[in-house]
């Protein structure tokens, strides 16, 4: 018994060092493999908003802020509906939260690519004919002073908020998934004294649930989060991969996945270095978020009574 204890725990052992190698190794290539990029721009790679090929002259910006923004928009339109949906199948009846939460589970199984497609052949059409229009010219919000400077009047149905949008549909089983299941595993006792004590239910979502299942409510945040920063091709389809600025939500431009999709074939050179420097960007951008997840977590424990 002794021998085979010994056994599993070094076989775990090697498994989580092996996992830890890789990630070291993604760090070590990306880095070596971007050399070329740092040396001939140094730091202001990082807020140059150039992208000439021609001249060989990058910078990352345009590509650094397209990805905070789609992941924004994505996250600030799935997460109140996760939420909500996870909430609501929880309180079902058997067969039917059964069959709404396989449903619901189905969409995660969808390839980015068929995403991708749907966006651009059904999603853009109805955001340049519908949906645009009406925030625009029939809501007016477009001649609201802040709010119209951050939509934008031109639009053609691509651009960071179709993106975002469609982003925020990818996510959501994700984040629905793991709150459904957080949800359902917080003790009914716990529930049933909050509405004893006269609670609503909004109340006992947000000062009970949601309080004792915290870790894993913001573990599936997280995990919905690394997959919109790395998205690739359904972004690719319906952002309108302009290497610019963005000045509105309605406006083309880019992510770094999407850049590197779209150039890495091929690029040579200064340029494929360039490429390699954007990767290991978005690759310290995911984990830095990841630790300081981890970070909140830990240093916030003691206030909702975890032990540490």
């Known amino acids: ?5 010994n056994i599993f725990k070094t076989i775990c052992l090697i498994c989580a060092g092996l996992v830890g190698l890789l990630m070291i190794g993604f760090f070590v290539q990306l880095a070596l493999s ?5 040396k001939e721009f140094g730091l202001s790679f990082l807020w140059s908003s150039e992208w000439d090929p ?9 590509s650094i802020i397209g990805t905070l923004l789609t992941t924004f928009i994505a996250l600030v339109i799935a997460l109140p509906l996760s939420f909500v949906s996870a909430f609501y ?3 079902l ?3 039917i939260g059964k069959i709404l939460s396989q449903a ?3 969409l995660a199984t969808i390839p980015s690519i068929i995403y991708g497609m749907w966006g651009l052949f ?4 109805v955001m340049q004919t519908h949906v645009q229009p009406f925030m625009v010219d029939t809501l007016r919000l477009g001649k609201v002073p802040i709010v119209g400077r951050f939509l934008g009047e031109d639009y053609n149905g691509f651009g960071f908020f179709t993106a975002g949008l469609i982003l925020a549909l990818m996510i959501l089983p994700y984040i629905c998934a793991i709150m459904r299941d957080i949800f359902a595993m917080t003790p009914p006792m716990l529930r049933e004294s909050a509405y004893g004590v006269g609670c609503t239910k909004w109340e006992t979502a947000k000062d009970i649930v949601v309080r004792y299942g915290i870790r894993g409510l913001l573990g599936g945040v997280f995990i ?5 920063l790395g998205e690739t091709m359904a972004v690719l389809f319906v952002i309108g991969n302009m290497t610019q600025m963005p000045s509105a939500l309605f406006d083309s431009g880019t992510t770094i996945a999407a850049t590197l999709a779209n150039n890495f074939p091929e690029a040579a050179g200064i340029q494929q270095s360039v490429l390699f420097a954007l990767g290991l960007i978005l690759l310290i951008m995911s984990f830095g978020i990841q630790v300081f997840a981890q970070w909140y977590l830990n240093s916030t424990s003691a206030k909702r009574g975890e032990e540490r």
Not at 34 to 38: C, D, E, K, N, R
Not at 54 to 60: I, L, S
Not at 224 to 228: D, S
């Open 1 to 5: 018994m002794f021998a085979t204890d």
């Open 34 to 38: 971007s050399v070329g990029a740092w």
């Open 54 to 62: 021609v001249d060989e002259k990058f910078g990352a910006l345009p």
């Open 89 to 91: 199948l929880v309180d």
């Open 93 to 95: 009846p058997g067969a």
């Open 104 to 106: 619901l589970d189905l």
């Open 122 to 125: 059904i999603l853009a059409p």
């Open 224 to 228: 919905g989060l690394g997959r919109a």
